[in-house]
């Protein structure tokens, strides 16, 4: 048995049943032995492929993206470029390449990277050497605060802790995670959860809920109406709706949620509905969530492309396969969304 298993069987046997969200946590981001804080999960030999590592382009699309948005609010100076959760850093490192041809920009920026993991610090830094960034573990408004905020968010709201509802004759009830003999398995709470009324649905339906995913676009959301800026989510998810999204993957396939916590990525599909109506009550104007496919054809997927391979023909193929599987194999369960001030207009892409 893992070592995290055994400690979260005995944190079970002591306090009673956690939270799914509370075991993401753990799981993920354990100081010892959670998914993150450990390793470097991604690429053909890691556990997944996300779209900064299937291809320059797609970082190099977004960094133009956000040149854009600053300049069409009067290119103010000094300002923020944050990413939540940066991975490998290639996004970064892509999106600076690109903004290069608007030198005032970066003279501009100061960028700060949130990253609660040290092993991923550690490769962001080399990644991005020569650049001055600045790390925080957790978002937090006042240490970005004072300036216009240009914000990105590749697959990060994902992996925020989510809590999941099942409807039973009693009324909703909490899906936690409790032990029997070392092993961890799904409880339902006894009771039904107070207050919470997410719509008509049948028995056995499954109700998703991410308190920490919201309060975050919500409070993204309160710094651009205050100060300006921009910010990107793209992710995979849905507009709304019932459905068990939970998911553990392990060596680019569908994994146990509960065998081995921290072996595994943890995951569930963004409710972009339950974002945006956060962001509105931040006081952002929300725009999308569209496909990104839509969106990546939109700022010029393809005439990028047709310059790389002009650049780099023994790549044609490979080129090629990139934008399929940006376009058309990731195209519409991943989606982008923008947030923006109150007076702004809609952004390119959308
Ligand atoms: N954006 C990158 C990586 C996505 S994986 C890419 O597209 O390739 C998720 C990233 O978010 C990892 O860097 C992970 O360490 C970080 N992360 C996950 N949960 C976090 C949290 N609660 N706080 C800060 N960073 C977190």
Not at 38 to 58: C, L
Not at 135 to 142: G, V
Not at 148 to 172: C, H, K
Not at 188 to 203: S, Y
Request: hydrophobic share 45%.
């Amino acid at each position: 048995m893992s070592g995290l298993k055994s400690r979260i069987a005995k944190l079970i046997a002591a306090d009673g049943p956690i939270s799914i969200a509370q075991f993401m946590t753990i799981a993920l981001h354990d100081s010892h032995d959670g998914y993150y804080a450990t390793r470097d999960p991604f690429g053909a030999r890691g556990d997944f492929i996300t779209a900064p590592e299937v291809s320059q382009m797609f970082g190099e699309l977004i960094g133009l993206w956000l040149v854009q948005c600053w300049r069409e609010q009067g290119s103010p100076s000094p300002a923020r470029l944050v990413e939540l959760g940066p991975g490998r850093g290639t996004l970064m490192a892509d999106a600076l390449r690109a903004a290069r041809i608007v030198p005032e920009f970066l003279d501009a920026i100061e960028i700060v990277l949130v990253e609660a993991s040290p092993a991923l610090r550690e490769i962001q830094r080399e990644r991005l050497s020569g650049q001055k960034i600045k790390w925080i573990d957790h978002f937090d408004s006042e240490t970005l605060s004072g300036r216009s905020l240009f914000l990105i968010a590749n697959e990060f709201f994902d992996a925020l802790p989510i809590r999941q509802y099942v409807m039973t004759e009693r009324g909703w009830c909490e899906r936690m995670v409790t032990a029997r003999d070392g092993e961890l398995e799904f409880v339902l709470a006894p009771v039904a959860a107070a207050g919470l009324d997410p719509g008509k649905a049948e028995i056995g339906a499954v109700y998703e809920t991410s308190p920490a995913s919201n309060a975050l676009a919500e409070e993204i959301a309160r710094a651009i109406a205050a100060q300006g800026g921009a910010a990107l989510i793209v992710d995979y998810g849905h507009n709304g709706g019932f459905g068990d999204t939970l998911q553990a993957v392990a060596k680019h396939k569908y994994a146990s949620i509960l065998d081995a916590p921290g072996e595994a990525d943890l995951s569930a599909h963004v409710d972009f509905a339950a974002l945006a109506a956060a962001a509105r009550r931040g006081g952002a104007k929300v725009f999308g969530p569209i496909g990104q496919g839509s969106f990546l054809t939109a700022l010029g997927l393809k005439e990028r492309a047709r310059r790389l391979i002009l650049d780099n023909p023994d790549e044609t193929k490979a080129i090629e396969a990139a934008i399929d599987r940006l376009t058309a194999g990731m195209g519409t369960l991943f989606k982008a969304m923008a947030l923006l001030p109150q007076g702004a207009g809609k952004p390119a892409g959308f």
